[in-house]
């Protein structure tokens, strides 16, 4: 056997398996020899001691040849006229035993062998209803004309989705439901696409004779009341998580209680938060949103506070204990949410000028853009930068009571100089500017022109229920009650004597 032979013998042995392959084998070592040649190649650049191709250095180069050859010979092959001595000619010279007395004993027929590779080439035919997922780099046009979609097609599906969903927004991993029919050629034609836009809404998209319509399909969202109670274990975010709470919902309950209670310092473990609140959901459970808290109440080591929303007679909003009075006080105790009391009101060891000075306020350590609150209804008198101070605000409550807020990052652009802000108002955001050494919110109570300590000032409560209000909040409070209990050991309303024995 010559060199050239048992070298195309070793190549297809290892490499192919197939006839029409190792015909192109011998093509390929030829085309090979012939640019070595020309490029004045040595045989160790393309071969190893054993003979076999050096892949590191012609693999781009052989896959190029093999499939262009591949090409060539599968749209020049005559199926009428090839028959399998062809290759019985050529296979035994190459020396290939095993392939030759395939051919020879009949293993290739022809007509039918030819017919019989072409057509496993030819790949089966799409479902369908398919689902396709996005992914990374994908643009929505280019996937729809890969599933078959025409180019115009998949143009004017573009444009009319565009009114509902940006398609420059799609994310890896969406999913993409395809409907396709099939059309009179045996081709398939799109028939309709479904892309969930979140757990609420899906699009859709419907062929409409040679047109397209989109609509958006919204799931049904149903109020639902819901109670649930979390014991403090380590924190109270936390410890709700566990039971269930979202969020969302002890937030606003922390915003509620706030008035009265520094989350800093009063809450310690095993006390008790309740909430009974509105819960927007669909009818497969999805929660969309979260509403009021009806009724929430906080156990705490020595003291009980329970409260209920009533709406008075004027239309306003508040929340009231059993009595009638208000939570509200003139002040907020803390005019920030889930911040750590850094510094506290006295003297002290400057962190800055290193020497011992009064600290005329309270610091709250929390991150950058955390939300500072007006700790009051009142006026702006100072809004903007002011000294060491930073990004600065101070609010003036009535004749003798002012607050201050300092080295915020960002001042709300609609708290200005002589506008009225209404408690509970966000008016700007946690920050370090001025001198400080990182983000906290330093607040300070101005009482008669003097700083004083925030912990320390007497404030009045807010309004009384009196009168026919008070009636009607009474009525409201027993409604609250029975539900409650009742969600809380799964029974619709609670039974009077049940409703004596509860812990309200």
């Known amino acids: 056997m010559s060199k050239k032979n048992k070298i195309i013998n070793q190549w297809a042995q290892k490499l192919f398996n197939n006839g029409i392959i190792y015909f192109m084998a011998s093509k390929i070592y030829a085309l090979t020899q012939f640019f070595s040649h020309k490029l004045k190649l040595k045989n160790r650049h393309l071969l190893t001691r054993s003979n076999t191709l050096r892949l590191r250095y012609v693999a781009g180069f052989t896959t190029f040849l093999l499939a262009a050859l591949l090409s060539f010979s599968l ?201 009974m609140y509105e819960s927007y959901e669909t009818e497969d459970g999805h929660v969309s949103k979260t509403g009021n808290i009806l009724y929430t109440k906080l156990k705490l080591n020595n003291r009980e506070i329970p409260l209920y929303r009533f709406k008075m007679s004027d239309g306003r909003v508040d929340y009231f204990q059993p009595d009638g009075r208000s939570i509200k006080r003139t002040l907020m105790k803390t005019p920030i949410n889930g911040a750590r009391m850094s510094s506290g009101f006295g003297k002290r060891r400057h962190p800055v000028l290193g020497y011992t000075k009064m600290h005329k306020g309270v610091d709250f350590a929390a991150s950058t853009g955390t939300p500072i609150f007006a700790a009051g209804d009142g006026v702006v008198e100072k809004a903007g930068w002011f000294s060491s101070y930073g990004k600065y605000i101070r609010i003036r409550h009535n004749s003798k009571l002012k607050t201050a807020y300092a080295h915020m990052s960002k001042i709300n652009s609609k708290v200005k100089s002589g506008q009225r802000v209404r408690q509970g108002q966000v008016i700007g955001y946690v920050g370090t500017t001025g001198r400080s050494t990182g983000p906290h919110l330093h607040y300070e109570v101005i009482s008669n022109g003097r700083q004083v300590n925030p912990r320390s000032v007497n404030l009045p409560i807010g309004e009384e229920l009196t009168g026919k209000q008070m009636a009607s909040f009474k009525a409201v409070v027993n409604k609250l009650r029975r539900q409650y209990a009742g969600l809380l050991d799964g029974t619709k309303v609670a039974e009077t004597r049940k409703e004596k024995k509860s812990f309200f």
């Open 75 to 275: 749209n020049s092959f005559n199926l009428g006229a090839f028959q399998a001595y062809q290759f019985a000619n050529i296979m035994p010279a190459a020396g290939h035993p095993d392939i030759s007395k395939n051919v020879i004993n009949g293993g290739l027929h022809g007509d039918f062998a030819v017919a019989s590779i072409v057509s496993n080439a030819i790949p089966e035919p799409l479902p369908l209803d398919r689902e396709i997922t996005i992914q990374s780099g994908d643009a929505l046009g280019l996937v729809m004309e890969k599933q078959g979609i025409g180019n115009e097609e998949a143009s004017n599906i573009i444009k009319i989705i565009q009114p509902h969903f940006d398609p420059r927004h799609i994310k890896a991993g969406q999913k993409i439901d395809l409907h396709f029919e099939e059309a009179r050629d045996d081709s398939q034609r799109f028939r309709e696409m479904k892309m969930k836009l979140d757990p609420i809404k899906t699009l859709i998209v419907a062929r409409a004779g040679d047109n397209f319509t989109a609509k958006i399909d919204e799931k049904e969202v149903k109020k639902v009341i819901k109670a649930k109670q979390a014991e403090v274990k380590v924190s109270l975010y936390g410890s709700a998580a566990q039971a269930g709470i979202p969020k969302s919902v002890v937030a606003d309950a922390i915003k509620i209680f706030s008035w009265n209670v520094d989350f800093q310092r009063d809450i310690r473990p095993n006390n008790v938060l309740e909430v």
